[in-house]
């Protein structure tokens, strides 16, 4: 049995043999569709939340898991002595790592709460890794060292076809989006630190074109390039082009190609779509 055992939330890109695999405890978020509420992985999964999205009155609504969801499962965890590390998104787009935060105050167990700075498959990256060294008995200052590490290493780009769903969260004033609508205008953005920066802004597909060609040119000259993840909310041509492009480009390098979590759905909309990577150089 791990003395460390593994938690994340429902942001985290992982498919269910890797969660089964390597134990690793996923917290679900809850998402309210038209006045019902769904629990992620639970009662909607990233495939069945896009298409209700898609026809919903309202724009859904996404809460971070509570408090007490999380007190809940650490306890459990730590009943037979083992330490419980939590791996969470970044907090510059959910509260989630503020509550683990809280819940590890709370718990009866001991708990370290890890602000990942990355969501979806960079949030994965780093869950797998821990939940692989835990398995071997690695203790928690050698997991916390490495997935400092994988961090550091990992890239994660994303691009917005149309800010309609920015605009009705409130992230953007109206006028803003319906401009940047009417012009074909296409963000291209990075997490970094932490944070999502806009770092490509063009009009049509053309300039995402340019913007994931400038990545995998990058990703060419990168040493000990590892994994590979695309997570999108719908198929566009621009997605299928730059899948093709990787497989093509980096046959022995794992490629992970699924639909977003129901968050990453709602913030970013529809056709947006990410691509994640990260090396493990000496």
């Known amino acids: 049995m791990a003395n460390v055992k593994i938690v994340t939330d429902s942001s985290a890109q992982l498919t269910d043999e890797e969660i089964n695999e390597y134990g690793i405890t996923v917290v679900p978020l809850t998402v309210m569709i038209d006045n019902t509420v769904y629990v992620e992985g639970d009662t909607i999964t990233n495939e069945t939340f896009v298409p209700k999205m898609m026809s919903a009155k309202d724009l859904p609504k996404t809460s971070q898991p509570p408090v007490g969801k999380f007190v809940e499962t650490f306890n459990e965890l730590g009943a037979d002595g083992s330490q419980v ?53 690695a203790d928690m200052p050698a997991l916390l060292s490495r997935i400092e590490k994988i961090r550091d290493n990992t890239k994660l780009y994303l691009c917005v076809m149309t800010l309609d769903n920015i605009v009705k969260g409130g992230r ?103 691509l994640i990577y990260y090396s493990d150089p000496d």
């Open 85 to 137: 590390l939590c791996i969470n998104m970044l907090a510059a787009i959910s509260g989630t790592v503020h509550a683990a935060e809280q819940a590890a105050t709370l718990s009866t167990s001991e708990v370290t709460v890890v602000d990942s700075q990355m969501t979806d498959r960079g949030l994965g990256f780093q869950v797998i890794e821990a939940a692989k060294l835990a398995q071997q008995g």
């Open 172 to 274: 953007l004033h109206p006028v803003a989006g319906a401009i940047t609508n009417f012009l074909n205008i296409k963000l291209g953005l990075q997490v970094t630190g932490g944070k999502l920066k806009i770092v490509s802004k063009g009009r049509g597909d053309k300039s995402l074109r340019k913007f994931f060609n400038r990545i995998i040119d990058d990703m060419k000259n990168t040493p000990a390039l590892k994994k590979i993840g695309i997570s999108y909310v719908t198929e566009s041509k621009v997605l299928k082009e730059t899948v093709d492009e990787l497989k093509a480009t980096f046959p022995d390098v794992p490629l992970l190609y699924r639909i977003t979590s129901p968050i990453i759905s709602t913030h970013t909309g529809e056709g947006a779509f990410a």
